[in-house]
């Protein structure tokens, strides 16, 4: 039997998964936490098989928090279960060490399949995500070929951009203004021949993800 430990701020979330795993004898929850502080808290008193979290909880950031979790519980087995989009961090996550990604919008048969999936030593993601990823390593090399061709203040600002910071927060670590910082970005548009920020900052994560 798999041990599942539920990390989400939403009691309801708890009993959703909680229900749906019930008649499961493979896979049994353990618990639940509701914040950072309890999460470490609890993995370092009873780590579990999987841990089921989601990005946005409490007094963590998401994707450091996974990189903490394969670090120091390299053991436990990373499913994220968020409401955020899958193609904005989903493979962002699974660079940072989580097994699986799988949308709060999901049905709870995929749910338990995505679950044990991952117990056993999988990686989960949905068919989209899937085909993107395979995608991205057939064409791994145009995309590096794109991004050599990016000048060094432009590879910085598309790696804030990546990590979700504000045209602000740039301007402010960069030491430059944000009207600077629109520029960059409608050049990195042009260079990466893509057209909006979303997809600029899937093909960034795409990248870092073949080359690692």
Known sequence: MYRVLIADHHPIIFEGIKCVLQNNP?????????????LFSQLEKNAPDVLIVELDLPQINGINAIRRIKQEFPEVKTLIFSSHPEEMYA?????????????KHTDSETLE?????????????????TEKLNSGITRGKSLITKFKKLST?????????????????IAEALDINEKT???????????????NVADLITQSRLLQLNTT
Request: net charge positive.
């Open 91 to 103: 493979l962002s996550a699974i660079k940072a060490g989580a097994a699986g990604y799988i949308s």
């Open 181 to 195: 910082v629109s520029t960059y970005k409608t050049r990195l548009l042009k260079k990466l021949k893509v057209d």
């Open 153 to 169: 203040r432009e590879t910085e600002v598309l790696n804030l951009l990546s990590s979700g910071k504000r045209n602000k927060d």
């Open 113 to 129: 399949k995505a679950i044990y999936q991952v117990a056993r030593g999988g990686i989960y993601l949905n068919r989209k995500i």
């Open 26 to 38: 493979a896979l049994q929850v353990t618990g639940r936490v509701s914040s950072g502080t309890q």
